[in-house]
T-cell receptor, first 111, second 114 residues
Framework: QKEVEQNSGPLSVPEGAIASLNCTYS??????FFWYRQYSGKSPELIMS????GDKEDGRFTAQLNKASQYVSLLIRDSQPSDSATYLC???????????FGQGTRLTINP | EPEVTQTPSHQVTQMGQEVILRCVPI?????FYWYRQILGQKVEFLVSFYNNEISEKSEIFDDQFSVERPDGSNFTLKIRSTKLEDSAMYFC????????????FGSGTRLTVV
């Protein structure tokens, strides 16, 4: 069974601090990695994608991938109350079209 | 920004009834998907659709489910005989390329089976 694991939280971070979200995956064939943000009752919204080892930065967001450790993370700098949401890690494997999601980490940014 | 449109936003149906959930994917996307999310649980893959046929489906997508692209714009999910456990948010998604660039999700249809 190909799994994506996340700590469900809740993770509470003060406003302005760095929020660090982690995800592990079991399938070594995984090739594409995504972070989605989901507000309560809403659909997933793509915020970051990463395909190769290392860091990828986009504004306040940095995705980090370590394929040897089967680990992907998301850092949110200068956290804002509007960042409070559930963050979903998702992966695809070669030749597969489907996204496999983790259960999500609920993040709360405290003013 | 292009978006995936889903209708209706909320559907209440009686157990045993058929429902059709509708989606209009982004116009230049070639791959279409249905996912569902039971309240408090993971987003789960149901089916992918490419070139007018199902390309992959999950164990959840049994004989009571079907998908169709009846014209050049709509993509539908039919549940033939709904069960209480079909109550969930159903998300349509589309993508330009297989497995790459992430998928764009629609706003979802909340299906409540009573």
């Amino acid at each position: 069974q190909k799994e994506v694991e996340q700590n469900s939280g809740p993770l509470s971070v003060p406003e302005g601090a760095i929020a660090s979200l982690n995800c592990t995956y079991s399938d070594r064939g995984s090739q594409s990695f995504f972070w989605y943000r989901q507000y309560s009752g809403k659909s997933p919204e793509l915020i970051m994608s990463i395909y190769s080892n290392g860091d990828k930065e986009d504004g306040r967001f940095t995705a980090q991938l370590n394929k040897a450790s089967q680990y992907v993370s998301l850092l949110i700098r200068d956290s804002q109350p509007s960042d409070s949401a559930t963050y979903l890690c998702a992966v695809t494997t070669q030749g597969a079209q489907k996204l496999v999601f983790g259960q999500g980490t609920r993040l709360t940014i405290n003013p | 920004e292009p978006e995936v449109t889903q209708t209706p936003s909320h559907q209440v149906t009686q157990m045993g009834q058929e429902v059709i959930l509708r989606c209009v994917p982004i116009s230049n996307h070639l791959y279409f998907y249905w996912y569902r999310q039971i309240l408090g649980q993971k987003v789960e893959f149901l089916v992918s659709f490419y070139n007018n046929e199902i390309s992959e489906k999950s164990e959840i997508f049994d004989d009571q489910f079907s998908v169709e692209r009846p014209d050049g714009s709509n993509f539908t999910l039919k549940i033939r005989s709904t069960k209480l456990e079909d109550s969930a948010m159903y998300f349509c998604a589309s993508s330009e390329a297989m497995g790459l660039y992430g998928y764009t999700f629609g706003s979802g249809t909340r299906l409540t089976v009573v």
